[in-house]
């Protein structure tokens, strides 16, 4: 984890958005470490694959926990009006919420 924040650092000071396989990579870890999730399950998720009303493990209580995670390790900020039912109806939908926020700044 610390090669991966090193690496993601270097490439901000470059002004460089991480790739998409990179922001994958992360997401999926912190669904991981913060849902507790088991990596082999999260390494099958695809764009349709169901979040929130489909996995038990991300309730109300978890969103809170997984947005905060999502800001610490990617290095921006959710506002309120961000979150949405879309965003995080998916894991395409939260990958393409992610990408977006780097990409706009």
Do not use: W
């Not at 999926?28 to 695809?46: Q, Y």
């Not at 009303?53 to 610490?72: C, F, I, K, N, R």
């Amino acid at each position: 984890m610390i090669g991966q924040q090193l690496t993601r650092n270097r490439d901000a000071m470059r002004g460089l958005a991480p790739s998409r396989i990179a922001i994958d990579r992360d997401l999926r870890a912190i669904l991981c470490d913060v849902l507790g999730l088991n990596t082999e399950d999260v390494t099958d998720f695809d764009n349709e694959t169901g979040l929130f009303g489909h996995l038990p493990e991300l309730d109300s209580m978890a969103v809170a926990g997984l947005l905060t995670e999502v800001e610490d390790r990617f290095g921006f900020i959710i506002e309120d009006d961000d979150v949405d039912g879309e965003m995080l109806e998916t894991y395409g939908g939260l990958l393409a919420f992610i990408e977006a926020k780097l990409i706009d700044g």
